[in-house]
């Protein structure tokens, strides 16, 4: 039961519907064990929720999807910030909440966030793209190249060893200094060689296990702990809020780093991630309704004396390209002008009002929002050009680097259009360009798939 008050109300059971008062003097809150919780968006916006104590991850995000009528693409995702240890984590969709906080210390600065990562499972689509074959090795006999099946099932499957193994930067415990060692990931654990590369067991030190412990990202790994770059992570004690008992990692590039995170997170939860994936899937694949979107979106024919449905889906297709040219036609330059209150004009343009527009980002921030969006390829976002006034960016991200494309602004014959390749290929808006690019690649890498959006509570 979902209620709206000053702050929300979510009861995962419906037995929470027939509490009623007793002589007890225990209130109904007590009785369910209800907490209050509070969550954070990329904006520091926050809402308080009032919660059972079974509550998970994922039924935390469903609640504000609701809240917020987004829709539901299930990358939404429940974060774990602890801004004190300059740390964050995805909360898996099957975690307590609540026995998440209960890990907090008393003075720390620790939020939730509720935000998109449409990282989150892309390693069950595309898992070939997060593992590297150099840095996988299977103890089973396999001819030639697994495919994606093979691959991940290695990781499900708890009677096969897939080892992840590869150069990383470790820090010390009490030391500034950091170090490169060869290490290896399996099923018991993280270990580090100290001779080379070397796997035997006499040389192999213990790192940590991970049935009591997470892997977090490390927030700014060069500022913060002196990293060598900026692709740092740690393990991190499940019950421990100390800084002393962080294990410091640090990679290379993006790639390293996310194959190592991918890999514990698979390691630690299992098929249990995989559940998570799946079962949204599930549900729309069994249930007998269809989405409120397709039961709510009809083609309508206003043009006779009486309205009508369009059933015929050529038909329909028709007509909508043909409403598509039209509006094209009346906003061709759409944009109005509206009154400040100094009394000044301002031209206000169709893309400022498209959520995949960030007028005055920087590039920095830019690469900051894509990457808590999840690098996979295709999440992009809009923005004003910092060292050209007249022009904007396209930020995307492919083969997790993030990549800036300037939209130059193209006249001829006293028309305005804007480009991405020189004036070859021109649109009378972004809103054009932007839906020109979800559907073709063009001079892109790929094609646009995943916009960046701030989420309001």
């Not at 709206?4 to 979510?10: E, I, K, N």
């Not at 002589?23 to 109904?28: D, I, K, M, Y």
């Not at 509070?38 to 520091?44: A, G, I, L, R, S």
């Not at 984590?89 to 935000?115: A, C, K, P």
Request: net charge neutral; charged share 25%.
């Amino acid at each position: 039961m979902l209620c709206t008050q000053p702050y929300l109300s979510c009861r995962a059971s419906p037995k929470s519907q027939l509490c009623q008062p007793t002589n007890t003097g225990v209130s109904c809150a007590e009785m369910l064990s209800a907490h209050v919780i509070k969550v954070y968006t990329e904006d520091n916006s926050s809402r308080a929720v009032e919660v059972p104590s079974d509550i998970i991850a994922r039924d935390i995000c469903q609640l504000f999807v609701l809240k917020n009528h987004c829709i539901d693409d299930h990358s939404w995702t429940l974060f774990e910030h602890l801004a004190h240890l300059g740390i964050e984590r995805t909360i898996e969709d099957h975690e307590s909440v609540l026995e998440v906080q209960s890990n907090w210390g008393m003075d720390s600065d620790s939020r939730l966030y509720f935000r998109k990562n449409y990282a989150k499972y892309e390693f069950f689509k595309k898992p070939l793209d997060f593992f590297p074959e150099s840095m996988v090795s299977i103890s089973s006999e396999t001819n030639g190249l697994m495919n994606h099946s093979e691959l991940i099932q290695t990781f499900l499957n708890s009677s096969t060893c897939p080892e992840i193994h590869g150069f990383l930067h470790s820090k010390e415990q009490g030391r500034k200094s950091w170090k490169k060692f060869y290490f290896v990931l399996r099923r018991s654990g993280l270990y580090f060689s100290n001779k080379g590369t070397s796997k035997e067991p006499r040389h192999l030190q213990f790192v940590a296990e991970f049935c009591d412990s997470d892997v977090y990202t490390l927030l700014s790994a060069r500022k913060t702990h002196g990293a060598p770059a900026d692709y740092g992570f740690c393990v991190k004690p499940s019950k421990s809020s100390s800084a002393r008992d962080l294990k410091l990692l640090c990679a290379d590039d993006e790639q390293t780093r996310t194959c190592w995170i991918t890999a514990m997170r698979l390691f630690k939860f299992g098929m249990q991630l995989y559940q998570n994936f799946i079962q949204p899937h599930q549900k729309q694949k069994n249930s007998p309704m269809r989405s409120i979107s397709e039961n709510s979106l009809v083609a309508m024919d206003f043009s006779g004396h009486r309205s009508r449905v369009i059933e015929n889906p050529s038909e329909a297709l028709s007509v909508a390209v043909e409403e598509g040219l039209s509006w094209r036609v009346r906003h061709k330059y759409c944009s109005y002008h509206i009154k400040s209150a100094l009394g000044e004009l301002h031209l206000v343009t169709i893309h400022m009002a498209q959520p995949w527009f960030h007028s005055k980002l920087s590039r920095d921030e830019a690469h900051k929002l894509i990457t808590q969006h999840g690098l996979i390829d295709g999440v992009f976002l809009l923005r004003d050009s910092q060292s050209n006034p007249k022009t904007f960016v396209l930020s995307l991200c492919h083969t997790q680097r993030i990549r800036h494309f300037q939209i130059v602004p193209v006249e001829d014959d006293g028309e305005l259009f804007y480009s991405l390749d020189d004036g070859n290929t021109r649109f009378s808006d972004l809103l054009q360009l932007v839906e020109f690019y979800q559907l073709n690649r063009g001079v892109l890498p790929c094609k646009l798939k995943h916009h960046c959006a701030r989420t309001t509570l």
